[in-house]
Structure formats: structure tokens, C-alpha cells
């Protein structure tokens, strides 16, 4: 697949972007996160993060357990733990770069909420990660996230 849509924004550069990256220590940077238009599995990163209904997989592809919106407002607790379950999953592994779908939950999430949710975790949370990949689906769901990227690298 020719992939030529790309964003990448690295908000680990010298600043700290809303006080995001303040859980890691001296020397160590928020991984460098990028999106792109197409699937996880076709990335060359060293792990591969699905969304299933619970905690599987060995090798480079791994289904983290992943929550079903239900309703606005939905479990917004339940997505960030689905997100720090990968990083968790990667740091276990010791791996430098994960790749992950542009929605990390079951059935429809409204994409706002997800970027929100997933931006906060991968800029806060200590990690092994070096870089990310959120592979999308369509145009529309790469022009969010380019969004997000753009929001939080401000």
C-alpha cells in the first residue's frame, strides 16, 4: 500500500507541552508520535496493539482489552486504561515502537474524545516507546488526529 499521508508532530522537543510529559525524569522524552493513513499491521514497529475483549497475543501483534461506547459521556476511564494497558504491554517488552488503530475500542467512540484520551496517556505515561504510529482508515479520521497532533505540540 502506497502511503503518502503522513503527519508528525514530536511535542518532546525541548518544551513540555501543557505539562504533559512531567511523569518522566531527567533525560527522558514523551515518545515521538505520528499518524499515518493505513493499517498497524503494515507499519515496521516493533509491537502491534489491537482492540479485543481481553489480553492476548504474543509476538509483534497483542489485543489489549478495549471498551465498547456505550452511551455519551461514555467510560472515559475505561479508554485511557485500554491506552496505558498497551504502554504498559510495550514497556514489558521493552520495545521502541508500537503501532496502534486510530480507535483503541470496540464499536463507535466518538473520535474527539479518543484523541484527548489517547494524547494524555502516550505524553504522560513513562515509556520504553521512542515512537508511535496511529494508523487510520480514512481521510477524515487523519485529518483529526493530524489535529490532535497539531493541538497538543503547541
Known amino acids: 500500500m502506497d502511503i503518502r ?3 508528525t508532530v514530536n511535542p518532546g522537543l525541548g518544551r513540555n507541552p ?6 518522566y525524569g531527567a533525560g527522558m522524552r514523551p515518545p515521538h508520535v505520528r499518524v499515518l493513513l493505513g493499517d498497524p499491521e503494515e507499519t515496521s514497529a516493533e509491537l502491534v496493539v489491537r482492540p479485543g475483549s481481553r489480553t492476548q497475543g504474543e509476538g509483534r501483534s497483542v489485543t489489549v482489552t478495549a471498551p465498547r461506547w456505550q452511551r455519551p459521556n461514555g467510560p ?3 479508554l485511557a486504561e485500554a491506552y496505558r494497558e498497551a ?12 503501532a496502534l488503530p486510530g480507535i483503541l475500542a470496540r464499536g463507535a ?30 481521510p477524515a479520521m487523519l485529518e483529526r488526529w493530524a489535529e490532535a497532533l497539531i493541538r497538543e505540540g503547541t
Do not use: F, H, K
Request: proline content about 4%; cysteine-free.
Open 5 to 7: 499521508a503522513r503527519v
Open 18 to 23: 501543557r505539562g504533559m510529559s512531567e511523569g
Open 76 to 78: 472515559d476511564r475505561l
Open 87 to 98: 504502554v504498559a504491554l510495550a514497556n514489558a517488552r521493552g520495545a521502541r515502537s508500537m
Open 109 to 138: 467512540w466518538p473520535l474527539e474524545d479518543v484523541t484527548r484520551i489517547a494524547m494524555t496517556v502516550l505524553m504522560s505515561t513513562p515509556t520504553t516507546l521512542q515512537e508511535v504510529v496511529i494508523a487510520v482508515r480514512t
